[in-house]
């Protein structure tokens, strides 16, 4: 079947770039470019790119070669270690990023600047469709990114790039990579390369992903002392494996383009297959014993992306993407059907860069969404929905002499239509800016956003049991635009033997939209209500680099990172807000060797929400070494472990942090290739 979809979507592509190869296009510069000037570019910041040195945003990216080493996790656990990040870590399978404390619909997950089309946003035992295995790179803005990216970027962006579309042509006619890993903890190993093959002006690209891991071992009893103290129980047995936190998960996907002298047009297919357990819940079945619970996702996706090199009016490119997809998400209860979810619908962008004149440069767009949502079962807590977005946004920029100035303005349209009723918003959000470089190492910033962020269909219009967050949510169809004013506060310094980064935010919530709990129950759950008040998040993330030794190509460097968020309204601390974290990691680099050895020490939370327990602190060690053959920079053999002294973590956003922790130790090793 999968196969026949394949080919079916490999002749559509060919006919979209035969088509497109009567037009005069030209090749510009992709993330995965390797030239270090490009690669510094923030494609995900602003339409026409600022370098990473140089903006007033928080930023972080995981390259390539960071991802080969990363072990083979889920969207949020890949990037939990970056300042700023955390995540929902719902067992193995379903993880989504929280930034500066906020996750689900606050933080926009892309797809080459597109949205997912899924419906990971609506509960955190959804996965993401995309997995970090597939990307060429990874940004992460953290703060509010909704001039570029909409309300439901008020929280901070992640988009995924990969190369399936090329915009470039490549240096070899056939060139490709592979990575082969296998891992111990959880009995898991990983497969996954891309080929891309070149005739004239056509670029192929074909890749695939296979992930697979058993249940992982904890080092303590699944459930925390608190909560077994909150049953009226103690421990039984300390470590083993958890659960019903396995994951088995493929990808394959295919992609065409045609690349000339003005630009480059392409179109790509992808079908991913998942299935993972969620530790933790069970289903009683007939009453006698629990059913495991296991989730399926499928989704198949097409995008259109492509660029081009124009002369219209102030008017230098013309960029555009878009994006098709077909998702199901079925909770199985055993062998049976328990509930699915569906979204199917379409996505499209449109971007004209401007000409840069006198360091003036800048861009406008439109980006426009439908999308159906339903669920069918006995957990079908948000009806039927249709959602139609639109949004039309500028982004300017202007570099003086040593200071600058930017800003933005953009205006959103969100309609949901449900079997419950109708809701209709128009949002407004702007940002200024001003930026001072004291030094040709050194960066200032200021930046001063509004953002305005519609509800979701959930936050509307739910109401019935949600097994993932154990309560019974009830959503309220009058809620209004939830509105963030936030100040950050940016200091960059780059020296060559000492560099860093400092982000100080506050962000001010008019309308936060709020899950509490009411005292009441229904079906055996804790009922929870969306509502709306007064909050505030403030905090900082650090970054410091210190080049201790070098001789010649050989060098030993000291990182040191730190982060923190305070969260707090009118009704008390909201839910899950992270607690600090410090790191501190030696590196050493040579052009055979390579290796590093990481603390991480996460702090305690007991400042928490109504009904939510706190969490103790962890310190974890990490460490990877590499090996490359002498003169062979194509292949590299790496061995990664983590959590190396076996600690107990229980990450404090995630919903089953008393009842599922964090995987204990784990080793792996592997082999990554470039041809």
Not at 160 to 186: K, V
Not at 217 to 241: N, Y
Not at 569 to 584: E, K, M
């Amino acid at each position: 079947m999968l196969r026949r979809v394949a080919l079916s979507a490999a002749s559509l592509i060919v006919l979209a770039a035969a088509t497109a190869a009567q037009a005069e296009d030209a090749a510009a510069p992709t993330a995965s470019t390797q030239d270090s000037e490009v690669s510094k570019v923030i494609v995900t910041a602003a339409p026409y790119g600022v370098s990473a040195d140089a903006l007033t945003a928080s930023v972080a990216v995981l390259d390539r070669t960071d991802l080969d080493l990363a072990a083979p996790k889920g969207l949020g656990d890949a990037l939990a270690g970056l300042p700023g990040v955390r995540s929902t870590t719902f067992g193995a399978g379903a993880s989504r990023p929280v930034v500066r404390g906020l996750a689900g619909p606050r933080v926009q997950i892309l797809t080459n600047g597109v949205g997912q089309i899924d419906a990971s946003a609506l509960s955190p035992d959804h996965q993401v469709a995309t997995d970090p295995g597939e990307a060429e790179r990874i940004e992460v803005l953290r703060g509010p990114a909704a001039l570029a990216y909409g309300g439901s970027a008020i929280g901070g962006v992640v988009n995924i790039i990969d190369d399936r579309i090329a915009s470039r042509q490549p240096d070899e006619g056939l060139s490709g990579r592979l990575l082969a890993s296998r891992g111990t903890g959880d009995d898991s190993y990983a497969l996954s390369g891309a080929i891309h093959a070149t005739v004239g002006p056509m670029v192929l690209t074909l890749d695939a992903l296979k992930r697979d891991s058993k249940d992982y071992k904890i080092p303590v009893h699944p459930e925390s002392d608190r909560q077994l103290a909150l049953e009226g129980e103690t421990a039984e047995g300390g470590g083993g494996r958890l659960e019903n936190s396995a994951v088995d998960l493929e990808t394959f996907g295919a992609g065409l383009s045609y690349v000339g002298d003005k630009g480059y047009v392409g179109m790509s297919i992808k079908r991913t297959d998942s299935t993972y357990g969620v530790p933790g819940h069970a289903h009683e079945d007939g009453g006698e014993e629990e059913a495991p619970v296991t989730i399926g996702l499928k989704q198949t996706r097409i995008d259109l992306r492509g660029e081009s090199d124009i002369s219209f009016g102030p008017f230098a490119k013309l960029r555009f993407s878009g994006g098709h997809a077909d998702y199901t998400h079925t909770e199985f209860e055993g062998d049976a059907v328990g509930t699915k979810f569906t979204s199917d619908g379409y996505e499209g962008r449109l971007e004209l860069v401007q000409v840069e004149r006198g360091g003036w440069k800048g861009a406008v767009g439109v980006q426009a969404l439908r999308r159906n949502f339903d669920a069918i079962g006995d957990e079908a807590y948000v009806p039927k929905t249709k959602i139609t977005e639109f949004g039309a946004f500028t982004q300017q920029r202007i570099e003086l002499d040593g200071y600058g100035y930017e800003g933005g303005l953009r205006i959103d349209t969100r309609e949901l239509d449900s079997l419950k009723g109708k809701a209709d918003f128009t949002n407004l959000s702007g940002s200024v800016g001003a930026f001072w470089r004291p030094t040709t190492e050194s960066f200032v910033g200021l930046a001063l956003t509004r953002s305005s962020r519609a509800p979701t269909e959930s936050e509307l219009f739910a109401e019935g049991p949600h097994a993932a967050t154990r309560g019974f949510e009830i959503g309220d169809a009058d809620l209004k635009e939830e509105t963030a004013t936030s100040l950050e506060a940016t200091l960059h310094y780059g020296g060559e033997r000492v560099s860093g980064d400092l982000h100080l935010f506050v962000a001010r919530y008019d309308g936060f939209i709020d899950l509490r709990p009411t005292g009441a129950e229904e079906d055996g759950l804790a009922v929870y209500r969306y509502v709306q008040t007064d909050a505030e998040f403030r905090g900082f993330e650090a970054e410091v680099a210190y080049r201790v030794w070098t001789d010649g190509q050989r060098s030993v460097n000291l990182h040191a990172g730190a982060d923190f968020v305070r969260g707090s309204s009118d009704l008390g601390p909201p839910a899950r807000i992270p607690p600090y974290s410090v790191s501190l990691k030696a590196s050493y680099a040579a052009p055979t060797w390579s290796g590093d050895v990481e603390v991480r020490r996460t702090g305690g939370q007991d400042r928490v929400a109504e009904m939510e327990l706190p969490t103790d602190g962890y310190t974890v060690l990490n460490a990877t070494l590499a090996w490359k053959p002498a003169g062979n920079a194509r292949v590299r053999l790496f061995i990664d472990g983590r959590n190396l002294t076996n600690e107990e973590v229980r990450e404090h956003v995630s919903f089953l942090k008393d009842i599922a922790p964090s995987p204990g130790r784990q080793v792996r090793a592997g082999i990554a290739l470039r041809f």
